[in-house]
């Protein structure tokens, strides 16, 4: 994908100028927020959506010449649950498989671990399922004609943690036939689930690195501080002339120092002249969410 754009009605940009490439048989992750182009770009390259510049090509086709076999070739799990709610599991299976010229034996070997969970309830219907069920349906009709590329667009929104975690072990699974994954999410936990990740905001690209460089690439050491009035401790964090960014982290907040060599002590000192108690100052590991604060 190279210089991708998208626009809307009059003037509005959802996708701005990206590019970026997914190896075969690995893990890519769109991370970002609600409406920072994720699900645009991804019905660009299902042929959903004619791109307004740029060029996009899935398994060496383009994504407006080439659209009808592309569409053989990917699977497509969209962030809303889109199967047909009256039909049982095995009905909706043998229907998607039916689409794509297939049968669901052909290709049991791709869907076989996720399936299994799914056989004791194959008669019930679909709109019926919990919400992990639902989403490993949906997974195994995306897989079932054996695509070259899966595309899941945000997976894992509005599923307890439980299955989020199951569904990451399912998509590793996956990764051993060779299927390229291109999955996007706005939990900021899971991009270490993925080879690569891809950084966007506003429709732009801010960083495409492995988790793991990224965070490397993260220029200053970073402090967890907490007290015992965590919102006058921000406000006094944002007015100390020696906080180079602060923010709130979880029952934290996250500091950089102009001084990379900061005394705790002396700061430590600073928040207890300004009438704060409980303090308590440490370094701690920068995360992916770090890092995409630091990128805006």
């Not at 699977?75 to 049968?103: C, H, I, K």
């Not at 490993?136 to 079932?144: Q, S």
């Not at 988790?211 to 919102?231: C, G, T």
């Amino acid at each position: 994908m190279k210089n991708l754009v998208k626009i809307y009605g009059k003037g509005k940009t959802a996708v701005d100028h990206v590019s970026f490439s997914v190896k075969p048989g690995e893990i890519f992750g769109l991370i970002g927020p609600d409406g920072a182009g994720k699900t645009s770009i991804f019905r660009v390259l299902t042929t959903l959506l004619l791109p307004d510049g740029g060029s996009a090509t899935v398994d060496g086709l383009d994504v407006v010449k080439d659209y009808k076999q592309i569409r053989s070739r990917v699977g497509y799990m969209p962030g809303r649950f889109s199967l047909y709610q009256d039909l049982s599991v095995e009905e909706n299976l043998n229907f998607f498989a039916t689409v794509f010229d297939t049968t669901v034996e052909a290709n049991y070997h791709l869907i076989k671990e996720i399936y299994v969970q799914l056989e004791p309830f194959k008669k019930r219907r679909a709109g019926k399922l919990s919400g992990g069920m639902k989403q490993k349906l949906a997974l195994c009709c995306a897989l079932i004609h054996k695509p070259v590329v899966l595309f899941l667009d945000e997976p894992t929104t509005g599923v307890d943690p439980v299955s989020r975690k199951e569904f990451w072990e399912m998509l590793k699974q996956l990764k051993t036939q060779n299927i390229s994954i291109v999955v996007s999410t706005p939990y900021m936990d899971e991009a270490n689930m993925c080879d690569e990740i891809a950084l966007i905001q506003s429709g732009k690209l801010l960083s495409v690195d492995t988790p793991a460089n990224i965070i490397k690439s993260y220029p200053e050491q970073l402090y967890a501080v907490k007290a015992d009035n965590m919102h006058k401790l921000l406000k006094i964090l944002r007015g100390y002339d020696q906080v180079m960014s602060s923010y709130a982290f979880g029952e934290f907040a996250h500091v950089a120092f102009k001084d990379q060599h900061m005394n705790v002590n002396v700061v430590t000192d600073y928040l207890k002249q300004q009438g704060l108690a409980g303090i308590e100052l440490k370094p701690t590991a920068v995360t992916i969410e770090d890092s995409f604060i630091k990128l805006l």
